[in-house]
Nanobody
């Protein structure tokens, strides 16, 4: 059974930083591209960042470029999202996802985590 478990969310002031983590089990982690999505109240879930299986390629939504960094540690079966210069509009539930390839995880992931809440106060 595949499980993706996010952690690291919380309340932070605007301009602050948070690092999200997502631990994976039940799959061969290095065989999957990983991604982060977010969903704010009343809005659709949106892609935030993705990383290829080896970490050699990454993609970001324009809204987070230069502020967020996705990384992975295949030895720990974990993907991270470092979020800097946080803004109130970054407030959302953040979800980890796994897919066969970077383009797949961005469009239609195979697996989802349960999410972690990030709240940025202005």
């Amino acid at each position: 059974q595949v499980q993706l478990v996010e952690s690291g969310g919380g309340l932070v002031q605007a301009g602050g930083s948070l690092r999200l983590s997502c631990g994976a089990s039940g799959l061969t982690f290095s065989n999957y591209a990983m991604g982060w999505f977010r969903q704010a109240p009343g809005k659709e879930r949106e892609f935030v960042a993705g990383i290829a299986r080896t970490g050699g390629s990454t993609k970001y939504a324009d809204s987070v470029k230069g502020r967020f960094t996705i990384s992975r540690d295949n030895g720990k079966n974990t993907v991270y999202l470092q979020m800097n210069s946080l803004k109130a509009e970054d407030t959302a539930s953040y979800y980890c996802a796994a897919g066969f390839a970077l383009i797949t995880v961005r469009r239609k992931p195979d697996y989802w985590g349960q999410g972690t809440q990030v709240t940025v106060s202005s």
